[in-house]
């Protein structure tokens, strides 16, 4: 059965670690996630970006990801990444989310908060958990490129009056990570994710996960990121498993045999995320 984050994101914060925030692309990936979770007994979040949304529609994603966690113990959830478009949250409350994510960091202060204001009332009464974001995060996340000069740190100050005037149960600060692939060091603000994981007392979400190293991410986690999020990666992973699989099987043209390749090599990863993240074994 499906829930929605804030149980698990709770619990995760009063125990120090993390629950693995996994992008999905097909049926195929959502499977391979939620297996992973099961078997290593950890509470998931599937999250479907607003343009695979659009792209396979939101009854299909809802019937999967209700199927898949009918047949599993483990906490599921299903969440909403990076959307600006309050229509496309709407009709995603009503199919069956169990989590969306408002962002409209690129939007004045004020106005950031209105449409967040906006979207916690569209989930009032629906058992539906609410992130939102403050600042810029670098890169490319569905189509949406922000430069590092137009990116911007989440202020301390305006996260906690941001967290006082809109009821979130997860918050997302710009704090000096980038979604897609590095191309040198990211420049974490540790000091800053401390300072607002304190003046707001929410679970913070960590976007631009990719690419850091283990002890970059159980920095973050011990200082307040209890939700990280992985979508490059699988989005890599997708990718180059097929590619891999038909250099290595150049004469066999059987797709089921490639599928579950892929099938295989995400599952891995994600498990490989839940054991760092240190949600292995706290489904109960």
Not at 132 to 141: K, P, S
């Amino acid at each position: 059965m499906l829930e929605n984050m804030t149980k698990m994101l709770t619990v995760a914060k009063e125990a120090g670690y993390a629950i693995g925030a996994f992008n999905i692309l097909d049926y195929n990936s959502m499977l391979a996630v939620v297996k992973a979770a099961e078997k290593l007994k950890a509470p998931v979040i599937i999250q479907t970006s607003a343009k695979t949304v659009v792209f396979w529609g939101a009854s299909p994603i809802i019937l999967w990801a209700r199927e898949i966690a009918g047949h599993v113990t483990v906490p599921v959830a299903l969440h909403l990444d990076h959307c600006k478009d309050l229509e496309l949250i709407r009709s995603c409350i009503d199919a069956g989310w169990t989590s969306v994510m408002i962002d409209a960091s690129s939007k004045p202060f004020e106005e950031n908060i209105a449409l967040s204001k906006q979207v916690v009332e569209m989930a009032k009464g629906k058992n539906v958990s609410v992130e939102a974001e403050l600042g810029e995060i670098v890169g490319v996340e569905d189509d949406i490129f922000v430069s590092r000069e137009e990116a911007s740190l989440a202020d301390p100050a305006k996260s906690e009056l941001f967290s006082k005037e809109v009821a979130l149960q997860c918050f997302a600060p710009a704090v000096g990570t980038a979604h897609g692939v590095y191309k040198g060091r990211p420049k974490i603000a540790f000091d800053r994710i401390e300072e607002i994981a304190r003046r707001t007392g929410l679970p913070l979400a960590l976007h631009g996960g990719t690419g850091l190293s283990n002890d970059e991410f159980r920095k973050c986690i011990s200082l307040g990121c209890t939700k990280v999020n992985i979508s490059t990666q699988l989005k890599y992973a997708f990718i180059d498993e097929f590619v891999g699989y038909h250099a290595a099987h150049g004469k066999e043209y059987n797709p089921l045999k490639v599928i579950g390749a892929q099938f295989e090599r995400i599952k891995r990863e994600v498990a490989e995320k839940i054991t760092l993240f240190g949600s292995a074994g706290r489904a109960s």
